[in-house]
């Protein structure tokens, strides 16, 4: 997909600045498993998601995992580009989940867009408070909601996403996604199964019950 077609604001760019763009980009092709990035001494550039998905997710120095958000096709994703931004530095891992097809733009190209274009300056602390919000929002469901209403929505959202009731995944997996260990995620999974709302397989989660599911995610 054209670079044009992808960035959100194209047509707010001067014919110069729409230029500079396309010079410091390039495309890139990784498969599902290709670390893209590991926190904000690791600055790889603006990512545009032309297809495929890739995973934010936050590292602790134990090596637990937690996913703060996903890009889909057409995302954007500016905290790998987070050098380029005067006294934004975060932590955030970012991987491929599926074979995604990218573009990357060069932090430096990309911060004199924003020191150059007003439009990409409002667009970029636009995208990055919505990132904020999604962060405090999901440290909120982490302090205050219970961790089997989290796994029946995560449940229900990975459904959604994959489009079917049938998901292949790991329980250490999911411990990555929620942050929690692979032993309470089994617990928990045990639980919905005695209470017929899953069926476990290896490597695989069914939902057998959506609609119970959905009442206690948001109970």
């Not at 637990?64 to 994703?77: A, G």
């Not at 991987?95 to 924003?114: F, Q, T």
């Not at 029946?152 to 997996?173: Q, V």
Request: hydrophobic share 45%; net charge negative.
């Amino acid at each position: 997909m054209d670079l044009a077609e992808l960035f959100p604001i194209w047509d707010k760019l001067t014919p110069e600045q729409q230029q500079r763009l396309v010079r410091g980009a390039s495309q890139r092709h990784v498969a599902a498993g290709t670390a893209l990035g590991h926190g904000s001494a690791d600055c790889t550039g603006l990512l545009i998601v032309a297809s495929g998905q890739l995973r934010a997710y936050i590292l602790s120095d134990e090596g637990r995992q937690i996913t703060i958000y996903r890009l889909l096709e057409r995302d954007v994703c500016l905290l790998s580009a987070s050098c380029a931004m005067r006294g934004m530095q975060f932590d955030v891992a970012i991987d491929a989940e599926k074979d995604s097809d990218l573009w990357v733009v060069a932090p430096s190209a990309y911060k004199i867009l924003m020191e150059e274009s007003a439009a990409v300056a409002n667009y970029t602390n636009e995208v990055m408070a919505g990132r904020f919000s999604d962060v405090m929002w999901l440290m909120e469901q982490i302090m205050w909601r219970s961790f089997d209403k989290r796994l029946a929505a995560f449940l229900l959202d990975e459904a959604a996403l994959d489009e079917t009731t049938r998901l292949k995944t790991t329980h250490e997996a999911i411990g990555n996604h929620l942050g929690t260990a692979r032993e309470v995620v089994t617990r928990m999974l045990r639980y919905f199964q005695d209470e017929g709302m899953v069926k476990l397989s290896r490597g695989v989660i069914e939902l057998t019950d959506p609609a119970r599911l959905r009442m206690l995610a948001s109970s």
